[in-house]
């Protein structure tokens, strides 16, 4: 089984400022896939970012980067030049394709405000 | 390129009842899933449905269930609702070839009474 840990409920920002939303994962398994997703109070969950276990180059998609140690079993998002809209719920999750199930083991999500 | 869509978008319902959430991937996805977003749980895997099978399912009981369709859009059906039933309920459709990959659509919200 894989688990998902978000430790940070809520984290704000500067608008224009960057900040880094933590997330630390756990799993047995040697082929799984990494991501984040966006939920903005429209409820709408956005694909940000996803990241192969086996690539170690990090994943970068415009502002969002994340930061990928595998060996720490970390998997951070960093929001460059923080925007109004990327105020939402962020969610940590993983997948592999054990048992050959791909569903989504999602943490618990943080909040983000950001401050004009 | 239309994303995921789900309707309804709100539903009312009382105990007992029985509902029915549909969900239409996105042109060209084969995998539908299925996932309920309670207060105070967070987001759990419901189903999962492969080219009209299904092919797994989560730590819910089997008054849940659902289908997918020739067309590979796909319904969710939870009967004898419960209050602990309300929820945001959240379909996702991913590629043949890259099913871990999932798009969300907008939820139904459901409320029970």
């Known amino acids: 089984a894989q688990t998902v840990t978000q430790s940070q409920p809520e984290m704000s920002v500067q608008e224009a400022e960057t900040v880094t939303l933590s997330c630390t994962y756990d799993?047995?398994?040697?082929?799984?896939?990494l991501f984040w997703y966006k939920q903005p109070p429209s409820r709408q969950m956005i694909l940000v970012i996803r990241?192969?276990?086996?690539?170690?180059q990090n994943a970068t998609e415009n502002r969002f980067s994340v930061n990928f140690q595998k060996a720490a079993k970390s998997f951070s998002l960093k929001i460059s030049d923080s925007q109004l809209g990327d105020a939402a719920m962020y969610f940590c999750?993983?997948?592999?394709?054990?048992?050959?199930?791909?569903?989504?083991?999602f943490g618990k999500g943080t909040k983000l405000s950001v401050i004009p | 390129e239309a994303g995921v869509t789900q309707s309804p978008t709100h539903l009312i319902k009382t105990r007992g009842q029985q509902v029915t959430l549909r969900c239409s991937p996105i042109?060209?996805?084969?995998?539908v899933y299925w996932y309920q977003q309670a207060l105070g749980l967070g987001l759990q895997f419901l189903l999962w449905?492969?080219?009209?099978?299904?092919?797994n399912r989560g730590n819910f009981p089997p008054r849940f269930s659902g289908r997918q369709f020739p067309n590979y859009s796909s319904e969710l059906n939870v009967n004898a609702l419960e209050l602990e039933d309300s929820a945001l309920y959240l379909c996702?459709?991913?590629?043949?070839?890259?099913?871990?990959?999932?798009?969300f659509g907008p939820g139904t919200r459901l409320l029970v009474l």
């Open positions: 996702a459709s991913s590629l043949f070839r890259s099913k871990e990959t999932q798009y």
């Open positions: 799993t047995s398994e040697s082929d799984y896939y």
């Open positions: 990241q192969e276990a086996y690539k170690q």
């Open positions: 999750a993983s997948a592999y394709s054990g048992a050959g199930s791909y569903q989504l083991t």
């Open positions: 042109s060209g996805h084969t995998s």
């Open positions: 449905y492969d080219e009209g099978e299904e092919r």
